[in-house]
């Protein structure tokens, strides 16, 4: 079994920053894509960065210049730093990963969220 676990959540004011940092745990054979998504009462979880085994990075054309992924393919964890909040940003992130396990499956498992709340 693979858990996620993320840290780093709060309350931070406009043009403040934080980081959110998830741990991957388990029975993981290799940790593919590892990513943030974030949803906000009555709306889809949305893409916010995904990061590949090699350092690939994608984002969200509304976190791009403001946010930065970046991971430890070492321990299997994955960190989001973000600057520059805005109340829009607010919402709960999840942490999302793809792996392959010793069974030689490939899977993926979500953290249980962290809320990010950008108010003044």
């Known amino acids: 079994q693979v858990q996620l676990v993320e840290s780093g959540g709060g309350l931070v004011q406009p043009g403040g920053s934080l980081r959110l940092s998830c741990a991957a745990s388990g029975s993981i054979l290799s940790m593919y894509v590892m990513g943030w998504y974030r949803q906000v009462p009555g709306k889809q979880r949305e893409l916010v960065a995904r990061i590949t085994k090699s350092g690939t990075t994608n984002y969200s054309d509304s976190v791009k210049g403001r946010f930065t992924i970046s991971r430890d393919n070492a321990k299997n964890t994955v960190l989001l730093q973000m600057n520059s909040l805005k109340p829009e940003d607010t919402a709960v992130f999840y942490c999302?990963?793809?792996?392959?396990?010793?069974?030689?499956?490939?899977?993926?498992?979500w953290g249980q969220g962290t809320l990010v709340t950008v108010s003044s």
């Open positions: 999302k990963a793809e792996f392959q396990d010793y069974r030689g499956w490939y899977l993926e498992v």
